[in-house]
């Protein structure tokens, strides 16, 4: 049947196509280089200067599981002390480079914890090195979904190191909310 035969198929097909096509573009798209890249630089250079190991690095990252999640900040990891964030957003922790990090996110925000003192902390930086690989089942990265495993995780490294260290956030959004705001990019344009 053509079109002109059938305008209701021929209405329903655009509002479909026009749906879908909404969807595809509500997904968060990185800026191009060479504005991605200045921003980048500055961004890891903030961090580099301000952050400390130990301190929580929320993210927004680019990508369909970020998408998907539909929030304001998907991962949380910890700065370790060789500068890269451990994190737990898949079924084994990952270690990522600060830039690589910083490259792939939409908006990058820095945590230090108000529950722990400098030394606590840093220990915490230490020890998030070695759960590398492991899976997030053993380490405390429990949670219904990704976000909220990655931000269970980064909690679980401070009660390793110190027991008594408590916070609440149960998803990367809530992670600002458990202590000082080191450093906050805002979102690329």
């Known amino acids: 049947m053509s079109p002109s035969k059938s305008p209701g198929r021929f209405v329903w097909l655009i509002f479909v196509l026009v749906l879908l096509g909404t969807a595809c573009s509500s997904a968060l798209k990185p800026p191009k280089d060479p504005l991605r890249a200045r921003q980048t630089e500055r961004w890891v250079a903030a961090v580099t200067r301000d952050a400390m190991p130990g ?3 929320a993210t927004r990252r680019y990508g369909e599981v970020d998408d998907a999640l539909e929030l304001g900040l998907t991962r949380v990891g910890v700065l370790d002390a060789q500068g890269r964030i451990i994190e737990a957003f898949g079924p084994v922790v990952t270690a990522t480079l600060l830039r690589d990090l910083v490259h792939g996110s939409h908006r990058v925000v820095v945590v230090r914890p108000r529950f722990v003192d400098d030394d606590i902390r840093e220990r915490a930086g230490k020890a998030a090195g070695a759960y590398v690989d492991q899976s997030t089942s053993t380490v405390g990265g429990i949670g219904e979904s990704a976000a909220e495993r990655t931000a269970a995780f980064a909690l679980a490294v401070y009660r390793a190191v110190h ?12 992670i600002p909310d458990v202590g000082a705001l080191v450093f906050d990019s805002g979102t690329r344009f």
């Open 55 to 57: 301190d929580l690095i």
């Open 163 to 174: 027991p008594p260290a408590s916070a609440s956030a149960r998803l990367p959004i809530e």
